[in-house]
């Protein structure tokens, strides 16, 4: 049962995380499976990110890219992350955007 519990807890923490705001940093705690460290905790780190909306006309799209990636780099080089999540409105209107997105993507 504290399985389930867990994973519930670390779903529900994703969630409230993911719907704070665009770029955000958060932390989640979970109980390792190790017997041997009952009272241990590990810390996920994760960022989110959304509504890049490459290519939108009359946008500095790019250069949004560009500091997201950066951005992300320079969390991970110091506090780290364990992943990053992209999550919706990558483009805008157009699918020929994603391999230049890519490009910015491959870079993290």
């Given at each position: 049962m504290g399985d389930k519990s867990d994973?519930?807890?670390?779903?529900?923490?994703s969630?409230?995380?993911?719907l704070a705001g665009t770029s955000s940093i958060g932390s989640?705690?979970?109980?390792?499976?190790?017997?041997?460290?009952?009272n241990a905790i590990d810390i996920i780190r994760f960022a989110v990110a959304s509504d890049g909306h490459y290519g939108q006309p009359n946008t500095?799209?790019?250069?949004?890219?560009?500091?997201?990636v950066d951005w992300l780099n320079e969390e991970f080089d110091n506090q780290g992350l364990d992943f990053c999540i992209f999550n919706g409105d990558i483009i805008h209107?157009?699918?020929?955007?994603?391999?230049?997105v890519q490009e910015?993507?491959?870079k993290l």
């Open positions: 994973r519930r807890r670390f779903i529900k923490k969630a409230m995380i993911s989640v705690l979970s109980k390792p499976n190790d017997p041997k460290k009952e500095a799209y790019k250069m949004y890219h560009r500091n997201v209107d157009n699918p020929e955007f994603l391999p230049e910015y993507f491959s």
